[in-house]
């Protein structure tokens, strides 16, 4: 049985989750939709490069809410070029934003060379540390989040153009800082894969408890075992969409 110590720690990281997965799976059918697989990791990527950047250059680290506006830039600027790319460069898109995550990486890397901490920096960014997320770490967020899904019921066409590269800049911005930078990847990408051959009714809302089931069961491994939080999700999630996307198969084969 878990202690009451630690259910007040995994409750608000499910939490964490559960905000994460709102909005995610929604943008990662859209990615799936256009093609643009590796969009959710480069902007995540440019994100924390902004975030690198506060960090090293410390009168900006010492600005209010710099390490949520400082990523917002570098993730908006990049969704802004990544939106001009997408008009005049449609058929390499896809190559394009790959050179972007390896670039913006590099960067990373080259900036914390000689940061002590640096390592530590690059790993929580990465990995993120959703166990040490608190309940006034979620209230900004949840706001967001919440502005952004009545603006999808009520103008559902908002994902179709331009405007999805902006808006899904500032929901990354946010995401990264609060689970880091492989389960904002996994979140997006692999709840809508898991359903993506699946054309059935109630698609997104099988979409989301693939995720709550990858979350809730990836927390619990983690807290089990002592494993690191970000792995084991991101290992329960990917579990759990290949046995989703067998069943859907197997349905599909015997109809």
């Known amino acids: 049985m878990l202690d009451t ?27 799936l939709k ?23 250059h410390h009168d900006i680290e010492a600005i209010a809410y710099s390490n ?59 990995s993120g540390q959703i166990l040490w997320v608190s309940w006034s770490q979620l209230a900004f967020p949840a706001l967001i989040y919440a502005m952004l899904l009545a603006l999808l019921m009520w103008r559902s066409h908002v994902l179709n153009g331009s405007l999805f590269y902006f808006v899904f800049a500032i929901v990354i911005t ?18 809508a894969l898991a359903l993506n051959q699946y054309k059935g009714r109630g698609q997104l809302a099988w979409a989301y408890l693939v995720g709550i089931i990858g979350y809730c069961s990836g927390l619990m491994l983690s807290a089990s075992f002592d494993l690191p939080s970000g792995a084991a999700i991101v290992a329960t999630l990917a579990v759990t969409a290949l046995l989703c996307r067998i ?9």
């Open 34 to 56: 256009r093609g643009i697989i590796f969009i959710d990791l480069a902007i995540a990527q440019i994100a924390a490069l902004g975030a690198i950047v506060a960090h090293i």
């Open 174 to 191: 946010l995401s990264v800082e609060l689970v880091g930078v492989y389960l904002v990847f996994s979140t997006l990408i692999l709840p």
């Open 5 to 31: 110590e630690l259910w007040s720690i995994l409750l608000p990281a499910f939490a964490a989750g559960l905000l994460v997965l709102s909005t995610h799976v929604v943008l990662g059918q859209q990615v």
């Open 247 to 255: 069943i859907v198969s197997k349905q599909d084969k015997s109809i």
């Open 68 to 126: 949520f506006w400082m990523p917002a830039i570098f993730a908006l600027a990049g969704a802004g070029v990544i939106s001009w790319l997408a008009k005049h460069f449609e058929s390499e898109l896809e190559a394009f934003i790959g050179c972007f995550y390896v670039l913006s990486a590099v960067a990373a890397m080259l900036m914390l060379a000689n940061d002590p901490h640096g390592g530590e920096l690059l790993t929580q960014l990465m």
